[in-house]
């Protein structure tokens, strides 16, 4: 069965300091791969997306993500955070052969000290 | 601009009553979906739809009841039997499935309370 793991619930990083934020994924062949992210009370904001290709990936706001086939794992970037930065972030899979179902994580709640 | 509004933003239920939340995309998308937000536990899925006059349940379909007679409206009631519906309620499109997928898009949700 298909499934996302975002080990982390919450994290914090002063302004200004780099971001990793982790996803892990299971699925037998290769699946397609989300990061979106979310501000209080609102919907869900599409970063990046992973189909084929290429493993790193660039976003919108300055992040990315890296696919690692090996790890079983897709995690997301940003170089030097911004205090906007500040949200919640999931992580999502997207399987052949499985009609249009997506299968989401967690969820990470980031937050950005001064 | 093309997207997905969904209405009321708040709404609020009494014991024993149906309430049901609007979605409504004019992306011209062929599947959609509804899915319940609770703290810590992501995004379940509710029902999806992936074409005009079908649908399916997804994990947590017991309690809710959808509709899809038109391709750009896609209602989700919660029924009385619906013990806990407190929740945050996302509703999503997506193109379809064709040989690339495609990211779902989503609406700004409804924040569904128990009076």
């Known amino acids: 069965a298909q499934s996302v793991t975002q080990p982390d619930i919450h994290i914090t990083v002063s302004e200004g300091a780099s971001l990793e934020l982790r996803c892990n994924y299971s699925y037998g062949a290769t699946p397609y791969l989300f990061w979106y992210v979310q501000s209080p009370g609102q919907g869900l904001q599409l970063l990046l997306k992973y189909f084929s290709g290429d493993t790193l990936v660039q976003g919108i706001k300055g992040f990315e993500a890296e696919f690692k086939r090996s790890q079983s794992s897709f995690n997301l970037r940003k170089p030097s955070v911004h205090w906007s930065d500040a949200a919640e972030y999931f992580c999502a899979v997207g399987a052949r052969g499985t009609g249009n179902q997506f299968y989401f994580g967690t969820g990470t709640s980031l937050t950005v000290i001064p | 601009d093309g997207g997905i509004t969904q209405s009321p933003k708040y709404l609020f239920r009494k014991e024993g009553q149906n309430v049901t939340l609007s979605c409504e995309q004019n992306l011209n998308h062929d599947a959609m979906y509804w899915y319940r937000q609770d703290p810590g536990q992501g995004l379940r899925l509710i029902y999806y739809?992936?074409?005009?006059?079908?649908?399916q349940k997804g994990d947590i379909a017991e309690g809710y009841s959808v509709s899809r007679e038109k391709k750009e409206s896609f209602p989700l009631t919660v029924t009385s039997a619906q013990k806990n519906p407190t929740a945050f309620y996302l509703c999503?499109?997506?193109?379809?499935?064709?040989?690339?997928?495609?990211?779902?898009?989503f609406g700004d949700g409804t924040r569904l309370s128990i009076l």
């Open positions: 739809s992936q074409i005009v006059n079908d649908f």
């Open positions: 999503a499109s997506s193109p379809g499935w064709g040989d690339r997928n495609q990211p779902q898009h």
